[in-house]
């Protein structure tokens, strides 16, 4: 033995091949192999254990008209153990690898792999690797199944005496799928992965990193009724447990899903890090992707999830849940609906005493686009980590939250998209973590379009100095064409930040947007609204912040808005009299505002052709609590023309304002035209309860219907072609 150190013996090492092939027959192909367990060192001086073999296995099958069926299996050895003595370390587990393929020209095809990893042995020895491939393809009627697995091994303890090794490292894993049709049968494709656990740390020394994994599936039809399902599961290896840096294996799932005809397409991928143990120990990250498209008639599916492996648990140092990521898409380019949904999960950090333990970020983002005539529908969710635990009350902060969806519908169908964003609470006297909601939804068919944004900061460590709670930021948009809905809705709530919704319509010649925005001195919420023909009552909707506007509103509407208002009746609803557009602006103090101030706004813009008289009808004016004036402020209401502001008026009387927007006409004049964008602006600057809104109706005298309607055409035309000159008018009016 000269001065090496003793060692074991080596496992051996296993293959396997199998081929099957037929012309019109069935065809069926499985091979298996099994490494062999590396020898077992026992000896008075220090001695290492042998190492595992390895197993590699590979299935092949084909037939012309046949079905297929093809399995492949590989295990590695376990690796051999060490001396209980200081110094020797385990054997590594042996790596598996696993490869099937299965092909028909014309009948099903079935294909399966299975790979898994040895052991590692006592004393340290690192799992085996992973790796299983496997595909499918028929090119006729028949359907088609792929399926591949892989389990990285498990490392192993370094031991128990002083001296011994590290823990051994978890092995990784990778799994590939594809299933294939290149005529009208069902796909379906799964890959499943798993790392290995790492070893616990032996005597003082560190423990083993959990094993990566990684999984890969994708199924895809090219015509006919097949339908084409594809999922992706990873899940990352937890750390060893007991004195080193046990950090959690990191977990990729991705999974795509084509349907080339009237199919459905329906993709899922889901990944979790593993928990991380030991000092430093972090949690594994999770990325989740996946994407759905069809190409007929079929609906296209997708969802994505991620979640982040958990901090580990000790004394001292830095110990983070593992960061989150998920991302999703889903694309109709036929008559079906495309549905996409992303969640997104961060680890939470680590308990302990001494050194920061931040909870993992979580990223969601979600797509879903309809090119015919189906809906999109989309969702992003994501939920930052806690901090950890400190018992001596470091600031633990929380992860950040970040969330964005987005809806588009190219043809008739409807678009709706939400996103919610959570940040991590803080620990100790951590702040909380910061949360970015951002929603959007637009039809450009004639469907209607609805935009919901939700984000909620953090809330800070309740320590011995409290921490602060995170920021939020909350932001919709929706638009769409032809005069249908669009609605977008945002709420936040945190230690700063903003709600902010924007809609966007057209009918006719005329373009509108709403627009609300509210702070979050309290919990923020906006509500905006814009469509043609019929509108919305008038009525407190409740938010802090509100817009509701209406181009070419029908007769029926305009009536029913300007009721008893006899002044507005009679300017704009006449028979030769067309009212361009109507909007509902106000505000409402927020139920917990806590007495600050805080400023409110909320807009209607209108773009439209007109070279007449214009005609403002303030309508009626609804306000809320406010008893005796207290917690009013000032009300601020301003009209821009071509970006040139033509009025501003600001009102700390609440009893002035309240008379100001009570049946009552402003002649704008005969010079904003021909084309004409025009923004009615309201701001509420309030510090108690209550609420103050308003609506109006613009329009003026027009030739007969016939008439006005080209020249409606025609001005809308040049709006977009011409330069419009810039243009100051003196203030219309001024109010105390």
Do not use: C
């Not at 294996?249 to 349907?259: C, L, P, R, V, Y």
């Not at 990325?287 to 008639?297: L, P």
Request: charged share 10%; no cysteine.
């Amino acid at each position: 033995m000269g001065g090496g150190i003793a060692k074991g013996g080596e496992g051996g090492g296993a293959m396997a091949t199998s081929t099957g092939s037929a012309g019109a027959g069935s065809v069926t192909s499985s091979a298996s192999a099994v490494g062999g367990d590396g020898g077992f060192y026992v000896g008075e001086s220090s001695g290492n254990g042998g190492g595992a073999g390895s197993a590699t296995v590979v299935a092949i099958g084909a037939s012309r008209s046949g079905d297929v069926s093809v399995s492949a299996s590989a295990t590695g050895g376990a690796g051999g153990g060490a001396t209980f003595s200081a110094g020797g370390s385990g054997g590594a587990g042996g790596a598996a690898n696993a490869s099937s393929t299965a092909t028909s020209t014309s009948g099903n095809a079935s294909s399966s792999a299975n790979a898994g990893g040895g052991s590692g042995g006592f004393g340290g020895g690192s799992g085996g690797d992973a790796d299983a491939s496997s595909e499918a393809t028929s090119g006729g009627l028949g359907s088609v199944s792929s399926s591949a697995a892989a389990f990285g091994g498990s490392g192993s303890s370094g031991g128990v005496l002083e001296g011994a090794d590290n823990g051994g490292a978890g092995g990784d894993a990778n799994a590939s799928s594809r299933a294939n049709s290149g005529g009208s049968g069902d796909t379906s494709s799964s890959a499943t992965a798993f790392g290995g656990s790492g070893g616990p740390g032996g005597g003082g020394d560190r423990d083993g990193a959990g094993g990566k994994a990684t999984a890969t599936s994708v199924a895809t039809t090219a015509v006919g009724a097949g339908a084409a399902l594809s999922s992706a599961n990873a899940t990352g290896g937890a750390g060893g447990g007991r004195n080193g840096d046990g950090a959690g294996g990191d977990a990729d799932a991705s999974s795509e899903a084509k349907s080339g005809g009237s199919g459905n397409a329906t993709s899922s991928a889901s990944a979790t890090g593993g928990d991380g143990n030991g000092l430093f120990a972090t949690g594994g990250d999770a990325n989740a992707s996946s994407a759905a498209t069809s190409n007929g008639s079929g609906n296209a599916t997708s969802s994505a999830t991620a979640i982040g492996g958990v901090g580990g648990n000790t004394v001292g140092g830095p110990k983070s849940g593992g960061d989150a990521n998920a991302s999703s898409a889903a694309t109709s380019n036929g008559s079906g609906n495309a549905t996409s949904s992303a969640t997104a999960i961060g680890g939470v950090g680590g308990n302990t005493f001494g050194g920061p333990k931040s909870g993992g970020d979580a990223s969601a983002s979600s797509g879903a686009a309809s090119n015919g005539s189906g809906n999109a529908s989309s969702s992003a969710n994501a939920t930052a980590g806690a901090g950890g635990f400190d018992f001596g009350e470091f600031k633990t902060a929380g992860g950040a939250a970040s969330a964005g969806s987005s809806a588009t519908s190219n043809g008739s169908g409807n678009a709706s998209s939400s996103a919610n964003a959570i940040g991590g609470a803080g620990n100790a006297s951590g702040p909380g973590g910061d949360a970015t909601a951002m929603a959007n939804a637009s039809a450009s068919g004639g469907g209607t379009a609805v935009a919901t944004s939700v984000a909620t900061g953090g809330a800070g460590g309740a320590g011995t100095v409290a921490g602060a709670a995170g920021t939020a930021n909350a932001t919709s948009s929706a638009q769409t064409a032809r005069g249908a809905l669009a609605q977008a809705q945002s709420t936040a709530l945190g230690s700063s930040g903003e709600a902010q919704s924007i809609a966007k319509t057209n009918l006719t010649g005329v373009s509108v947007q709403s627009t609300a925005m509210a702070p979050t001195g309290g919990t923020a919420t906006t509500n905006a609204i814009a469509q043609g023909g019929a509108g919305q009552a008038f009525a407190n909707p409740g938010q802090t912040a509100y817009a509701f506007s209406t181009a070419l509103p029908d007769k029926a509407y305009a009536t029913t808005l300007v009721g008893g208002a006899s002044h507005v009746a009679s300017a704009l609803l006449g028979p030769r009299d067309a009212v361009f557009g109507t909007a509902i602006l106000g505000a409402n103090y927020a139920a917990d505002g806590g007495g600050e101030s805080t400023t409110y706004s909320a807009s209607s813009t209108f773009d439209f052709g007109y070279g007449g008289d214009l005609q403002l009808g303030l309508i009626d004016d609804q306000q809320s609590g406010f008893a005796n004036g207290l917690g009013f402020q000032s009300m601020e209401f301003t009209i821009t023309a071509d970006g040139v502001e033509i009025l501003d008026t600001t009102f700390r009387s609440l009893a002035v304002a309240e008379s100001f927007f009570r049946d009552d006409v402003i002649d704008l004049g005969s010079d904003l035209g021909p084309n004409i964008d025009l923004t009615f602006g309201y701001t509420l600057v309030a510090d108690g309860t209550g609420g103050f809104g308003f609506d109006l109706a613009v329009g003026g005298a027009v030739p007969e219907s016939s008439t006005w309607a080209m020249m409606l055409v025609g001005f809308a035309g040049l709006g977009f072609a011409g330069h419009r000159s810039t243009r100051r008018r003196a203030g219309l009016r001024a109010w105390g």
